[in-house]
């Protein structure tokens, strides 16, 4: 949750750019992650995944947290674990190509 102030000003600064931030949370208790989800604001997509062992985490070979992946206009994972001013510029970059 501690990257969550971050990605809230993500979803602010790109709202009308082709842009989207998805979540996984791996915990288990279901009504515990709607409840933090809550409280912090969070209003981008989530996908409750029960564990660290199965779903997108297992299939993309996550092993820690937060992992990041940053994925271009066709799908294609591009970036991987950038965080901070390192994913902005790298966000900034690949919506500029979908602009040329």
Not at 2 to 13: C, D, F, N
Not at 29 to 53: A, L, M
Not at 76 to 96: A, P, T, V
Request: hydrophobic residues 35%.
């Amino acid at each position: 949750m501690g990257e969550i102030p971050h990605e809230k000003a993500l979803v602010q600064r790109f709202p009308a750019s082709k842009f989207a931030l998805l979540g996984i949370n791996t915990d288990d208790n279901p009504d515990s992650f709607r409840k933090k989800c809550q409280e912090h604001g969070v209003t981008w997509d989530n996908i409750f995944c029960g564990s660290p062992r199965k779903g997108v985490v297992a299939e993309w070979g996550v092993r820690g947290f937060p992992t990041t992946y940053l994925l271009d206009a066709q799908g294609i994972i591009r970036y991987k674990n950038l965080h901070g001013e390192d994913i902005d510029r790298k966000i900034e970059e690949l919506i500029r190509e979908i602009s040329e």
